[in-house]
């Protein structure tokens, strides 16, 4: 039976209460929010593997955008770099999202659960409509766990059931009044697959310092390749590995020299620095040699999110959501995401990527992945960055 490759990131937000212009434009303003997310992220989980889903975030924030007044509006507009109530703004993220879920493999969806009892604006509601195409369903949170379960449903109706069990029992309360929501379902295959044939067991040399066996996946093609130096000098490079159909495709990023910690080539990205990359990129015949790998990520973004300066959000006394409802106050209580990610011969649910240079004595040069590498997923008909990582480690089993 062949294993089907896909790739999922759903992301939560859920709110608490406690007691009471061109389409590039938003897009590479929403990349470059996600990108920034990641690096923050990857600062603090330096040796270990991390993945995420920058257009999942981004969305669920922009959602969140629409519901804020006052200054915890103003702190995630100046985050994000835009504003959703700009004019047009609503209409370029409508297409967007229509733009994607019209890929072939790919799925989005954007969900709202709100508490029965509370009142929701008329302007909000429409705002979500507009934007998203959603419209709020109602919950019961004083039975947390049944709303738990029909979260749940929700999210692995929206991933092919890939993530079955994306909150735990208990972490909502009675509390509960909304949890924002998108999901993220994304599966393709290879261009041009691995053969299983040529993988082979070689060792991974992870960011820790220790060396491990991982099952490297081998293929000499034509892939388009540049090498790129950081502000700082040093080097890197980057090879895409395209699948299926030619819109979506892997970029591998990778340092040139062993021993250089991915945080110096994540600091880098942007979207401006992808665009850089696609115009530069040329094509060259090589042998690429990347691991097979599964990554499985769940993540709270709150820290991540209060280094970004958003922490009025997340304060009962400071949070303004008062476009969402004025019947109580509302913030956030976490952010929550999990993404799963496979890659095999076949194709892809996810990936990672530094490759070291070795030069065999045959004309083909190789790019052997042996070390910690990033990884981003691209729908380059909007540029949209799906998925992205750092693989540092393979999991032990």
């Known amino acids: 039976k062949e294993k089907k490759t896909l790739m999922l990131c759903v992301y939560a937000f859920l709110f608490l209460i406690l007691n009471g212009v061109g389409l590039g434009s938003l897009q590479d303003k929403l990349n470059d929010f996600g990108l920034k997310v990641f690096t923050q ?70 969900g709202v659960m709100v508490e029965r009892k509370m009142s929701l604006e008329k302007g909000f509601r429409r705002a979500l409509a507009k934007a998203f195409q959603t419209h709020p369903h109602q919950v019961d949170f004083t039975n947390p766990d ?53 993988t082979q067991e070689r060792m991974f040399h992870c960011a820790n310092g220790s060396s491990v066996p991982v099952h490297m996946m081998r293929l000499t093609n034509r892939f388009h390749y540049g090498e790129f130096v950081t502000a700082e000098g040093i080097d ?81 006394a400071t949070a303004d959501f008062t476009r969402i409802t004025t019947d109580e106050r509302l913030c956030v209580s976490k952010v929550l995401q999990r993404v799963k990610i496979e890659v ?11 490759a070291a240079v070795m030069f065999s004595r045959m004309a083909v040069e190789e790019i052997t992945l042996d070390r910690p590498f990033l990884f981003l997923i691209q729908h380059k008909g909007t540029g949209t960055v799906l998925f992205m990582g750092q693989f540092n480690q393979p999991q032990q089993h």
Do not use: C
């Open 41 to 110: 992220l990857a600062q603090s989980s330096e040796d270990k593997n991390v993945a995420l889903s920058p257009y999942g975030v981004s969305t669920v924030l922009a959602m969140a955008q629409l519901g804020a007044a006052g200054s915890t509006r103003r702190a995630l507009t100046t985050a994000m770099g835009f504003s959703l109530q700009e004019r047009g703004m609503s209409r370029q993220q409508r297409l967007l999202h229509r733009d994607m879920s019209s890929e072939e493999g790919v799925e989005t969806a954007s």
């Open 146 to 198: 049944q709303a738990v379960g029909i979260i749940n449903s929700w999210v692995s109706d929206h991933t092919a059931a890939a993530i079955p069990e994306f909150l735990v029992r208990g972490s909502l309360t009675d509390e509960t009044r909304l949890v924002l929501l998108n999901a993220l379902h994304f599966q393709a295959l290879w261009k041009v697959p691995f053969d299983p044939k040529m």
């Open 236 to 316: 890197y490079d980057v090879i895409e590995v395209p699948y299926e159909g030619d819109s979506l495709s892997m970029l591998l990023v990778s340092p040139i020299e062993p021993e250089v910690p991915l945080s110096k080539l994540s600091a880098e990205l942007s979207s401006q620095r992808i665009h850089q990359w696609r115009a530069e990129l040329r094509n060259v015949k090589r042998q690429l040699a990347m691991p097979r790998f599964t990554l499985n990520s769940e993540v709270n973004l709150k820290t991540t999110l209060l280094n970004m300066g958003l922490g009025d959000m997340f304060n009962l």
């Open 344 to 354: 095999n011969e076949r194709g892809t649910k996810g990936a990672a990527a530094t």
